[in-house]
């Protein structure tokens, strides 16, 4: 409790950076419920994160992304437990909205879309840690609950639903030593498991995670996001991670 309590005023300047940062701020996790899946779309987005260690294997993390093609803001809280060397268990909450110009936008139609959709999803996953020969190889699972409200499709009201959503990705990363600082390259592929509609999507991320002060880093990166029904989306991402220092 006295940890959660030291996190509150991060947790508030946090909240007053990232509405700050609305032009900024990169959602990944976009999904447009009907499409004809033709073309491909680039979206410069951009993102920030707070990591707030509120004891020796728990960190807070919040989040707050946008995609400026898109005009699509989102915002995510973490909270990551570190069960063993090799384990750690992170439940989540994610919420985020796209308007009816990046949905047509997105699925290839005209007017299909007449209001913002958006979504709230409630997430927990496992991930496994190791390194062989300084490589850090991480293997994540995770089980998404997702929550649809009613939305407006040609001319048409849907009804709200409930689905659940798997997602496994695998990645690597590797220090590398640069005038006395760590950068870390990586790479990534996932795939998504959607209920009803099978393997849906996929995705290859890879980047470079920059020291550029203390508590500070920059995380150049490129994402390819294949999606069932919709364009491929191109990710040209800029992002600043602050950590706070460690609590003791």
Known sequence: MQGFTRFLPHLSFLVICLLSLGGLCVAQEVDVPNGRGNGSLVAPTGWAELIVPVQQRIDLKLYGFYIGELKAPSAQFDATFRATKFLSITPSYLHYSVPADGLNELANRTRGFTRTVEEHQFRIDGTVMFSIHKFEISERNMYVRRFLP?????????PAKESNRYRTRIGVAYPLAVKGHIWKPFASYEAFYDQGSGW?????????????????????????????????????????????????
């Not at 939305?151 to 048409?156: D, I, L, Q």
């Not at 880093?217 to 991402?237: A, C, R, V």
């Open 150 to 158: 009613t939305y407006m499709y040609a001319g048409r009201s849907l």
């Open 200 to 248: 849906s999507k996929n995705r290859v991320w890879t980047g470079v995670t920059v020291p550029i002060e203390k508590h500070v880093s920059f995380q150049p990166s490129y994402m390819w996001e294949s999606t069932n029904g919709i364009k491929d989306l191109h990710y040209l991402m800029f992002g600043l991670i602050f950590r706070t220092p460690s609590s003791k």
